[in-house]
């Protein structure tokens, strides 16, 4: 068992969330490289301190300067906000140290290309933060889809759904400052991820994106909302299949809507986060007459589960997905092997992102491959 | 009790409906107006006479004028192939007789115009047939959103999504052959009636629809597919909501997928046909640690449910649909009220039909006004 | 074609719902034989001239004697109070009349063994009505289990539970008062008929049976509630499988609680009358990784679905049970072959019941043959 | 922030659970009490030393005595077999050390209550481990239970269902030998311990047992099966609510059927931990047209889930659970306040299997409290 020095910028949900991951992956997936947490940093030096003694730091900082220097520091995790993302990731990789960013992976296209390139050029494992994808059911749908159990995908439906500024009467907040912290910029990726896992590239879209509430209380009255609220994608994908997208922050009553249906000539599924442990197959080759959807628990014969649980039904959950990430990026490091979903993946995001604020702009369909 | 005599043209899937609803409406809502079979028209003299004896007609024919100039029928339902409903409404108006239609009213925008025009210049009641949208949970959902009960919408879905053609195997038909009985010609007016029933009118949109199976077999070999099969729409509602449609005829999986999901600012609720009983609604203004979507089963509190049953959850069916048309269409003969929806119901949905050919067409928003 | 003359007894919700089946029977199933309403029967001579007028009768009655004895009337359908049925049923058989009787079938064990006596030396077809085993899904059910595809039955569980007395402030009424029109007299034969149905005979039980709300109130101040609320069984069935019973007219929250779950060896089941279009399926052959409960929708390939409906998933409701049972009725009595369920069918109901109360008395496990 | 020594009793599946719950509980739930992991018993000492290496624990052993002797271990976790757990407990608790033990507590009523007997003397802390009961969700349910939002309680309905052993053709096993581990042994306990803390005391029952497969396979040919696949139990609880349990390990499709179901005279409630982040309910006093279940889905305004993820719908899993009890256990020694649920609370539920035993070989209604 060899140690690997650990890293995180961001004390904040996610900064915790792969904390507690990189605490629990080594017991829970008996990994070669086994974590140890040297150095926290938060954006001051007191929260950085108390963050570093809850999660189990040796050390802690509020510059990440000094984290990506610290020589134990072999690995690092990048959990805080995007507009840092991709100095800190060029500073480490120059370093020579590995790499997991959150999503987004840059501020825009341009970032997230030259993190590409600076990881391409260190030969450092470098992995984005795509936890939803990680689940066993969503797994296993990549799993049925790649093998041809649904047959030519035909139609392809995803979205992205919560409710948290649904209330016209919430105040105005960072969230609604700034494209980046709009709902296309940060609520986004997760199912632009999942719709690229699972049918492979967007060859052409068109967006319609929408600030549903313009203007938020504050302080000082009323302010501008400078971001966008909801947003709606139709496209068509490299294989031909059509598709569409909905993201939305304002989606009254969705807690946690990351859906997908897909559907194809031999066969559908569709999955909804809400209800994490299910996915829901249609086989067209069932006796016509017992045809239907069935709701597949996942379990230890699916991807990832086993390690958390021998009975199947009994669930992951959201920590869970983290941990499963933790165990990728470990793992690519002690083998050498790329970790999915590399910086390269990462981009492809924002690529999509940039051509359908383009397309919202222009109002008309975009070639991806054009941004 | 006064008596009406009626006519039904068409005696296959949705004659049969019509003449079973006039043989029971009736009995359910004790109507003032009661039905008396008077003339059935189908393709041939066999084939009428004897669906005449099966729906208990007091006489048949082959020749849809005999019907309409027959002196006893006072009410023509047309449930014949589209193709044929401009010639036998505009022969049933001029003769001062009440038309039920079913959807789709014309062949496309200029037919359904010239019906519209011909029914107000009658005078007479006028009623195109869209079932779906009278089943209780659907009336109690437009009841719902026209209350203002989930604020201002902000978001609508719908999809009308079946599986009948999914199969690439399958031959082609008549249902294979002309734009009319396409997917979107066919298929999309009952979804499309309930956007405009729930949401009001589509100021503007883009489509996107395709042949998924260009080529199917037949006795003669493989033969050209030459309508759509399925078809995507984006668009804007007058009121300022974003909107989204999904109408398939290949989508695995799906019997009877007309769905639809509307987000307010105040509320939520969702909608499945296959689940017809059933409507999910959320409060935004429920209690934060117990909001959630209540599944509101129909019962005698919700609109035209009583006279079915009693009880709450023992549910209505398919047949049940076209009773209630029954009922509606009868009542407004008895009381000289429009019955909903009308003819100009009927064409508002042609007209985006036609906005979303245009718009695919010239893969360009479209101003649904101006077709 | 041929006629036949139907009389009904009861001119309420179940009066009317056999009013309305035979008026819309014959063109939804084609039956051989085709209803004239001749005579319906309920409590004051003008009610029954309004029910009549509604429902299409040609003549009424006060008595039933007078319904009886009409000779236009060749088959009666009872369903007025229980406490009538057997009189009715008798006096119907003696002058060779068909009988179509609603459940439960006598006021008591005694009563019915009566009216299968009497069927049997009259020859002619006797019915029960047990609507709810008539939905294509429970068809459907019936059908899995006695192909065996579930294997061995190893446990039923079943439960009919409503709301409508769940709130104690409800004032006493008919329904509060006398063991027949209790819980297990009124609401319980439905499930006891599926459970029969669908696993054979119960061999014993044990049962414990309750008044929740002892008193209610009412304009001469709180009364006794003289019939139980709520009552649950544990049994055996002739075929060794284990099984449970729970019948509520206090459930807060169902509305058609008619549930039933069926575990085998090699299968299971389950069925809710809240979503009656629906019936989940298990196979435990399925492929290990993709098991799960399948959601078949009725349709076409159903048992008596396609009459409805051409399209799967397009649902049938409460009404067209009702017709189904006239449909076999009527063909009984064209074929002369019994029509499931039989008196004997209704009589077996009676007996489980009995056995409960039994059972309940004397705080025991019951052999069902001894009653 | 004080260290506290953990011993872990168990290598397998729950001793796994348990050390990567002390692993995570700090940085997780910021205790007072930090684990650090010094000894691992488990059956052979190489199995022992490596799953030491995998869990991260600083010695390992073969022999239980050594852990509870070594000073380091201020706390044990009995994560073995349940014939050792009353020695293992009592040792410790000799010794001054905290015990937490998983279910069920001891080998039948007998030991549990000597184990009691030794917790109380000792002035440890003692806690029994039902983990799904820590799920939100449950928790919640309880809260609303408590609280009287459901009114008086009138009905309950509890199953844990697995299908585990339902195909007939699995060989005889451990799992198969010894009413210890037999469903009701085995498998009881949680649903059994839900109950009690849902509904409080259970007054009386009956219960009938069943070995669904007399004979299992084995390399000597075909054995006998010494103890029970499924159960079921009529109860009373000390409220007066009338009471039912299912219990099988036969229960062909069922994974994690751990479910229940309570009715009051304001509401019910329903939760199947196969949708472990969703609880169902009911409120009898929303409007009579809106009224339906709602599903809540778990958030951070429930109990135990903000610190696993600031966003309600995200989710918690099985491993959650394990974490929830280690935070319950660290504070409880951390404050001396005792931990939910204790010995006496494990020792409950095996009253109930001791009575329903006695039931089931009586045939007859048995007193709890004179088991």
Chains 1, 2, 3, 4 share one sequence.
């Not at 209380?217 to 068509?236: E, F, K, L, W, Y």
Request: hydrophobic share 40%.
């Amino acid at each position: 068992m060899t140690r690997i020095g650990i890293g995180i910028v961001g004390g904040g949900y996610m900064g915790k969330a792969h904390a507690v991951a990189m605490s629990a992956v080594g017991a829970v997936f008996d990994t070669a490289l086994r974590p140890t947490l040297e150095v926290i940093c938060t954006t001051t030096a007191e929260g950085a301190a108390q963050k570093g003694r809850q999660f189990g730091f040796a050390r802690s900082t509020a510059d990440w300067r000094v984290l990506v220097d610290d020589p134990a520091v072999e690995a690092v995790v990048i959990a805080s906000p995007q507009e840092t993302h991709r100095d800190i990731a060029l500073a480490a990789l120059a370093r020579g140290k590995h790499v997991f960013c959150e999503k987004p992976l840059g501020m825009g296209l341009g970032e997230s290309r030259e993190m590409v390139a600076a990881a391409a050029k260190s030969g450092c494992v470098n992995m984005t933060g795509f936890n939803y994808i990680r689940t066993p059911a969503s797994q296993l749908a990549r799993e049925i889809v790649a093998a041809g159990e649904l047959g030519d995908i035909t139609y392809f439906r995803g979205e992205h759904t919560e409710d948290f500024l649904a209330d016209p009467e919430l105040p105005a907040s960072w969230r609604t400052e700034g494209r980046a912290n709009g709902n296309m910029g940060d609520l986004s990726p997760h199912i632009i991820n999942a719709t690229l896992a699972l049918l492979g590239p967007v060859k052409s879209l068109i967006a319609d994106i929408e600030t549903v509430h313009s203007t938020r209380s504050s302080p000082q009255g009323p302010v501008a909302v400078t971001n966008d609220d909801q947003a709606q994608i139709m496209c068509r994908f490299a294989n031909g299949a059509m598709g569409s997208l909905f993201i939305s922050r304002v989606a009254t009553g969705r807690k946690m809507g990351y859906i997908y249906e897909i559907f194809g000539t031999r066969g559908a599924l569709r999955f909804d986060q809400e209800d994490q442990n299910a996915l829901w197959l249609y086989k067209g080759d069932a006796k016509p007459d017992r045809q239907g959807f069935t709701k597949i628990l996942t379990g230890p014969l699916h991807p990832d589960y086993q390690p958390f649980c021998l009975g199947p039904g009994h669930g992951t959950g959201y920590q869970d997905q983290i941990i499963i990430e933790a165990k990728d990026f470990l793992q690519a490091i002690a083998t050498g092997k790329p970790a999915w979903p590399t910086f390269e993946d990462g981009m492809l995001v924002n690529q999509i992102i940039e051509a359908a604020w383009k397309s919202h702009e222009e109002r008309r369909w975009i070639d991806v491959a054009s941004v």
